[in-house]
């Protein structure tokens, strides 16, 4: 029986959401996120007003993804750092990257947009592999 601990979840998650602030901070892609979602000024202040809640909200969602990435590491026999690596790139490939697709396909929304959002899960795939990795 595979054993799992909170704590490196509980950080991975973090490192997930801390990446989400820097990659949509207006500086990064928050302004050209913010252009391409079409959203309204009183939207972004509505958005501000919930962060709290959003960013708790997201910490679980990733801290999910760490919980289900902890029970791989040890079937697919995750070693080091570069399998680590290796491990999220697969995951975001197989899972991520096609299933987000469908914004593009159905929604009609930008590819830019498609690449702004699944490139932030490939950057948190991968620091959440590495975390729970060592």
Same mark, same amino acid.
């Given at each position: 029986?595979?054993?799992?601990?909170?704590?490196?979840?509980?950080?991975?998650?973090?490192?997930?959401?801390?990446?989400?602030?820097?990659? /949509?901070?207006?500086? !990064?892609?928050?302004?050209?996120?913010?252009?391409?979602?079409?959203?309204?000024?009183?939207?972004?202040?509505?958005?501000?007003?919930?962060?709290?809640?959003?960013? *708790?909200?997201?910490?679980?969602?990733?801290?999910?993804?760490?919980?289900?990435?902890?029970?791989?590491?040890?079937?697919?026999? !995750?070693?080091?750092?570069?399998?680590?690596?290796?491990?999220?790139?697969?995951? &975001?490939?197989?899972?991520?990257?096609?299933?987000?697709?469908?914004?593009?396909? &159905?929604?009609?929304?930008? *590819?830019?947009? /498609?690449?702004?959002?699944?490139? /932030?899960?490939?950057?948190?795939? !991968?620091?959440?592999?590495?975390?729970?990795?060592?």
């Amino acid at each position: 029986m595979l054993e799992v601990t909170f704590l490196p979840i509980f950080f991975a998650g973090v490192v997930s959401v801390v990446i989400g602030f820097i990659w /949509y901070h207006p500086k !990064v892609f928050g302004s050209f996120w913010i252009r391409l979602t079409n959203l309204s000024p009183e939207a972004v202040e509505k958005g501000k007003k919930r962060m709290p809640v959003m960013a *708790f909200i997201g910490l679980l969602a990733s801290m999910l993804v760490a919980y289900v990435m902890s029970f791989m590491l040890p079937v697919l026999v !995750v070693p080091d750092w570069i399998g680590a690596i290796e491990l999220a790139f697969w995951c &975001w490939v197989g899972f991520v990257a096609p299933t987000m697709l469908g914004m593009v396909l &159905w929604e009609q929304k930008s *590819f830019k947009l /498609y690449l702004i959002n699944a490139l /932030y899960w490939l950057v948190s795939f !991968v620091a959440i592999a590495e975390i729970l990795v060592f």
